[in-house]
């Protein structure tokens, strides 16, 4: 049974860091691109980031590049976000989400088919 465990999640302050951690079990992800998603409350699930399946290539959404950054150990089957200068509209609950189809980046959940429980992030102003 494969599953995504997320983890790192937690209430801070504006300004302040976080990481989150997927970690996969089940099954290897390290010829698949991987994803974080999130969703708050009353919106829709929106793309965070992504990275390819070496890790050497990654996307991210406009309102996080440059503060966030994915990261991905193959040989722990585990993705990172460390999220910097967090801003209360980050507030919501991150997804981990993984591919068994593409190896390239995806910024849509379309394509992913295997999903974590999610993790809160709550950043107070």
């Known amino acids: 049974q494969v599953q995504l465990v997320e983890s790192g999640g937690g209430l801070v302050q504006a300004g302040d860091s976080l990481r989150l951690t997927c970690a996969a079990s089940?099954?290897?992800?390290?010829?698949?691109?991987m994803g974080w998603f999130r969703q708050a409350p009353g919106k829709e699930r929106e793309f965070v980031a992504s990275?390819?399946?070496?890790?050497?290539?990654?996307n991210y959404a406009d309102s996080v590049k440059g503060r966030f950054t994915i990261s991905r150990d193959n040989a722990k089957n585990t993705v990172y976000l460390q999220m910097n200068s967090l801003k209360p509209e980050d507030t919501a609950k991150y997804y981990c989400?993984?591919?068994?189809?593409?190896?390239?980046?995806?910024?849509?959940?379309?394509?992913?088919?295997?999903w974590g429980q999610g993790t809160q992030v709550t950043v107070s102003s």
């Open positions: 990275i390819n399946w070496s890790g050497g290539s990654t």
């Open positions: 989400a993984a591919t068994s189809t593409f190896s390239g980046v995806r910024m849509t959940p379309g394509p992913y088919n295997y």
């Open positions: 089940g099954r290897t992800f390290s010829s698949n691109a």
